[in-house]
Every structure is written in C-alpha cells, then in structure tokens.
C-alpha cells in the first residue's frame, strides 16, 4: 500500500471524498500542553464542583460520581478548570492500555485534578476529534508504546508531543466529532435504560422475598396470603457435583465443558474458547435448558456462586466441568430467582471459603442443607415467570447496548488512519 493510501480512511463523509490524503505533525505543533490540579481522594465530596480525578475519565454524557466541595476555597482559588476546549489524557495507570485514551472536556464549570496531561488545541485542530484520535488508530498505537514503567506506567507531556497526528481539514475533524457525539449520546442513553431494568430487578428481589426471620414478602401477586414454607434447598432443587477430566481428554470438537466463564453477570454465555472433551468420557448426566449453573470453586472468592440459568439448544451437548455444580429444579425460574436475593447472598458470605490467597469453595452439602423459605407452587410459577420477564429486559437492553457499542467500534475501524 502506498503512504498515500496509508493517510485515507476506509469511510468519509459525503463532501470530503476529493479533500484528498489527511496531514501529519508533531502534535508540539498543534497543542498547547499543561498538567492537572494536585487534587486527591480525599479532597472529594459528595456535593460541588465536578472533577476529572485519577483512573476512568468522564465526559459530558457520562456520570461525574464524586465532586469536590466548593467551600475548599483556597484550593478552588488554586483549581485548574476547564475552559469547554481541552483534551486530557491520563499521566499514570497500572497499564499501557489504561494510559492510552483521552476525553474531550466540553464542561467549563470543571476542575481539572488528578495526574492528568491537559492538552488545548489550536484552531486547526478540533478537540472531539483529537481526543477519538488519541484513543484509536496508529495514535493510540503510538501512546501505547511510549508508555514507559513496570509498577506503574507513565506518559508525560514530553511524550505526547513527539506524537504524530495524522488528521484532516478542520470541517471534517468537526464533521467527525459531531457524529461520535451523537453516537456516544445513544450509547449513553442505552446505558442508562440498562440500568434502570437491573436496578428495577433488584428492587423486586427485595420485595418479593421475605426478609430473614419473617414468611410473608413486602409486595405479593393478588391473591396470594398463605404464610410461605420452611425447607431445605434441596427440596426445591436437585445438586449435582461437575465432571472431573484431564487435558488428555479434551478434544477439537465434543461435549462441551461448562466452566464460570459461561457465566457473566447472572447471564449464560457461550464462548469461542470453551473447551470440549470426548465423550466417551463423560460419567454424569448431560445438562438441559433451565438447568442452573453455580460456580463452586474459583480463585476469587467473589465469584464462588454465581449462578445462571442455561440456554442451550437441543442440539448442543453439555456437561458441568468439576468446579461447578448444577441445580435442577421444577421451578427453575423460581430457584434462579431466590438465588440472587438477600438469603442466598447471606449464605455465600457465611459458608464460601477462601481469602489469603486459598481457592474460594462452595459445598455442595452445606447449599443443599440449607432452610429457605418459599411459597405454595403456584405462587413460585407466577414469580419466577416475573423475573423471566425482567431478565430477558435485561438481555434485550444488553443487547441493544452491545449492537451499539460494535457499532461505534467499527466507525472507529474505519474512519480513522
């Protein structure tokens, strides 16, 4: 490919086809650089002035979470704020990769804090876009080499001036800037619908199940008065132990081995390095549709007991690997749904060992030994289809979120050098 060809993206706005190849400088040339405020932690309070402070970066469309206090009048005297125009990029992080994105500030009531590089374009440069260009393409390939440290990794002014920004006229850096605003706006808003259903949900697990010591629910289904029962876990679902295997009995192409990994955020997942094993050495029974999976064994503590209802097609052939347990239950949708409520929450932060460097470890015994309350059948039908319905809102908003955020990135694929 010709240098020529190397400095035109694949996508341009309509208009911008014939402006030809896109420029390159020292961007020492095209900036203005100064540090951050000495802010730390502590100077944060709940109310104020919005910060940017170390570690995530937050923009316009995103949650600033913590502010500092405007009556840290000398220190507000002292402040770095922002004039609506600079680009900041993070000086430290535990990682290359970490170090290596910019946001674009459009707030000016904002102090700049933290160990941040703050960087003001010139007027031929456009400050939404230098911060999506710093963050992808061959300059965030260059930011990620210039990162230097072990412990901790640095990147200095000094380093980011001796970047070479490759980027087009003025009118199409705006052109640019102003679609992947909007397309950060949707994104943003997609976040917060998500949001909104999972915190609905938790708000139902509350409730919708019986505080500890007490066998009535705060909120019931009309029609519904009966005291709820005392029994053990495993009246309610069946526990068996995974399948225990050895990497000589993995295959390309076989049963596939459910592992925690298939597990994210309370959702089953299949992945492309899942692992399979022959059967001719599968000994347990294979899982089915709405069979739920636990995590028993892991090296974080945190988590050991997650669980998720499977999603598989008939088709598909499946066994739980020997650090997972399987639950399998009349009421699956019940059972998965009392699994995230404050009772099981308080079982795993009694019974799930580990810590100090130990494997964290879920009995199966001590789950199935365990007494939960639960309701009449009819009633355990009617709430766990409720929460069916609100996890699939939840996986439709995910979805909906995922689309957009590939959406972006292949934009960012194509539209930058």
Same mark, same amino acid.
């Given at each position: 490919?010709?240098?020529?060809?190397?400095?035109?993206?694949?996508?341009?706005?309509? &208009?911008?086809?014939?402006?030809? @190849?896109?420029? /390159?400088?020292?961007? +020492? %040339?095209?900036?203005?650089? !100064?540090?951050? *405020? #000495?802010?730390?932690?502590?100077?944060?309070?709940?109310?104020?002035?919005?910060?940017?402070?170390?570690?995530?970066?937050?923009?316009?469309?995103?949650?600033?979470?913590?502010?500092?206090?405007?009556?840290?009048?000398?220190?507000?005297?002292?402040?770095?704020?922002?004039?609506?125009?600079?680009?900041?990029?993070?000086?430290?992080?535990?990682?290359?990769?970490?170090?290596?994105?910019?946001?674009?500030?459009?707030?000016?009531?904002?102090?700049?804090? &933290?160990?941040?590089?703050?960087? @003001?374009?010139? /007027?031929?440069?456009? +400050? %939404?876009?230098?911060?999506? !260009?710093?963050? *992808? #393409?061959?300059?965030?390939?260059?930011?990620?080499?210039?990162?230097?440290?072990?412990?901790?990794?640095?990147?200095?002014?000094?380093?980011?001036?001796?970047?070479?920004?490759?980027?087009?006229?003025?009118?199409?850096?705006?052109?640019?800037?102003?679609?992947?605003?909007?397309?950060?706006?949707?994104?943003?808003?997609?976040?917060?619908?998500?949001?909104?259903?999972?915190?609905?949900?938790?708000?139902?697990?509350?409730?919708?199940?019986?505080?500890? &010591?007490?066998?009535?629910?705060?909120?019931?289904?009309?029609?519904?008065?009966?005291?709820?029962?005392?029994?053990?876990?495993? *009246?309610?679902?069946?526990?068996?132990?995974?399948?225990?295997?050895?990497?000589?009995?993995?295959?390309?192409?076989?049963?596939?081995?459910?592992?925690?990994?298939?597990?994210?955020?309370?959702?089953?997942?299949?992945?492309?390095?899942?692992?399979?094993?022959?059967?001719?050495?599968?000994?347990?029974?294979?899982?089915?549709?709405?069979?739920?999976?636990?995590?028993?064994?892991?090296?974080?503590?945190?988590?050991?007991?997650?669980?998720?209802?499977?999603?598989?097609?008939?088709?598909?052939?499946?066994?739980?690997?020997?650090?997972?347990?399987?639950?399998?239950?009349?009421?699956?949708?019940?059972?998965?749904?009392?699994?995230?409520?404050?009772?099981?929450?308080?079982?795993?932060?009694?019974?799930?060992?580990?810590?100090?460097?130990?494997?964290?470890?879920?009995?199966?015994?001590?789950?199935?030994?365990?007494?939960?309350?639960?309701?009449?059948?009819?009633?355990?039908?009617?709430?766990?289809?409720?929460?069916?319905?609100l996890d699939d809102k939840i996986a439709l908003e995910q979805k909906k979120l995922n689309k957009l955020k590939n959406i972006k990135q292949a934009y960012?694929?194509?539209?930058?050098?």
């Open positions: 490919m010709s240098e020529s060809k190397k400095l035109i993206p694949k996508r341009r706005f309509k &208009g911008f086809e014939d402006t030809g @190849k896109w420029q /390159t400088n020292k961007l +020492s %040339v095209m900036a203005e650089f !100064s540090k951050g *405020n #000495g802010y730390s932690k502590n100077d944060l309070r709940e109310y104020g002035i919005p910060i940017i402070l170390y570690g995530r970066l937050y923009t316009k469309y995103e949650t600033i979470i913590k502010s500092v206090d405007t009556f840290v009048d000398q220190k507000i005297n002292s402040a770095v704020f922002s004039t609506g125009v600079e680009v900041v990029v993070p000086a430290s992080g535990e990682t290359s990769e970490d170090i290596a994105r910019a946001s674009f500030i459009e707030q000016s009531a904002l102090i700049i804090g &933290g160990d941040l590089n703050i960087l @003001k374009p010139k /007027t031929q440069l456009n +400050s %939404v876009f230098l911060a999506l !260009s710093l963050s *992808n #393409g061959n300059q965030r390939k260059e930011l990620i080499k210039r990162a230097q440290g072990k412990t901790v990794v640095h990147i200095h002014n000094s380093d980011l001036k001796e970047v070479n920004l490759i980027f087009p006229i003025k009118n199409e850096q705006i052109k640019i800037g102003e679609f992947f605003k909007k397309l950060d706006h949707l994104i943003t808003t997609q976040q917060k619908k998500l949001q909104k259903a999972k915190t609905l949900k938790l708000a139902y697990l509350t409730e919708m199940f019986p505080n500890e &010591g007490e066998l009535k629910p705060r909120y019931r289904f009309l029609g519904f008065k009966k005291d709820w029962s005392i029994t053990q876990f495993k *009246n309610l679902a069946n526990i068996r132990r995974g399948l225990t295997y050895t990497p000589s009995n993995l295959v390309l192409n076989g049963v596939r081995i459910l592992r925690s990994s298939n597990i994210d955020s309370d959702k089953f997942i299949l992945r492309d390095d899942d692992i399979f094993i022959d059967q001719s050495y599968v000994s347990i029974s294979l899982v089915k549709e709405n069979d739920i999976l636990i995590t028993s064994a892991n090296g974080s503590s945190r988590l050991v007991g997650k669980h998720a209802l499977i999603k598989i097609t008939n088709n598909e052939k499946a066994v739980h690997g020997g650090f997972m347990l399987l639950a399998t239950s009349n009421q699956p949708f019940f059972t998965n749904a009392i699994m995230s409520s404050d009772w099981y929450r308080k079982f795993l932060n009694t019974y799930v060992a580990g810590g100090n460097g130990a494997i964290g470890n879920l009995n199966k015994s001590e789950l199935a030994n365990q007494y939960i309350s639960i309701p009449i059948t009819l009633e355990q039908t009617k709430i766990g289809n409720f929460f069916k319905l960012l694929n194509e539209m930058f050098v």
